[in-house]
């Protein structure tokens, strides 16, 4: 088949194929923000994989990368925000950090986005200005003082922010990577611009369509075919985080999250019997209460 004058090509795969395109000591960018469209269903296999040494980039991260830096799997994050929202600090996140285990490059939400952009732009880096008069750029890595050579004026050079896979969590996409979201939701479009930067990207959906339906609603196709790789259908992926539109947070279970992370037996009986204790995505709907539960959490 063709679309748009390209031959394009039946891009579905399964959660566990996708998983092993992220290998030990990958650069990985993990879309969504705090507790909203997490990859969560992708990021529990990462666990059950064992995967090691990743460094994490986001916008604004939430409990998938905080569960990642429990397991140990995490090196580095960079991202200008780390916590769960109403449910307080990212606890295993702050602990890492504070006890030297996880390094961190942590620069403003403007400056994360210009490296993203840059990416997304094919450029090494973008001038920016937000981090002036602030000390973010002495801890930064990525982070250089540039003179405008126009006008003369100090700016920051901040570095493209390249990955090797990025994972996403979308609302639909069909069979070939045309993935859509609704038009009435309540975030930004930041991952259309985190899947622009990608190298190599891998989208969970709630659900794949027809690809006539998304022809008939073309103009909700916020990632095109040809920027995907991989795409996986995962009901209810993004739990116990939430996807706009579809489902709420599940909050009783990312207290009792919260709650097993104040030490290390809860939580290695929260893992056991969540995440490394089940097999795939429908033993843990089971565990979570089945799809009698998940229909509690519609919006």
Known sequence: MRA??????????????AASAVGNGCRLVMGGMVLQRQPMALVYELVRRGVRDLTVATFVGGNAIDLLVAVGAVQRIEAAYMGMGPFGFAPHFRRAVEA?????????????????KAAGAGLPFLPHRSLLGTDMPTYSRHVREITCPFTGQLLHAVRALESDVTILHAHMADAYGNVQFPLQRNTDELDQVFAKAARTLIVTVERIIPHEEVLSRSTQTIIPFHWVDMVVEVPYGAH?????????????HLRRYVEAAKTPEAFRAYLDEFVTGVQDHWQYVERIGGLRHLSSLHE
């Open 4 to 17: 748009g004058g390209c031959r394009v090509k039946d891009k579905r795969v399964s959660i566990h194929e």
């Open 100 to 116: 030297g285990l996880v390094e961190v490059d942590d620069i403003s939400e403007s400056a994360m986005m210009a490296r993203f």
């Open 240 to 252: 116990p985080g939430s996807v706009d539109g579809l489902y709420r947070e599940d909050e009783a």
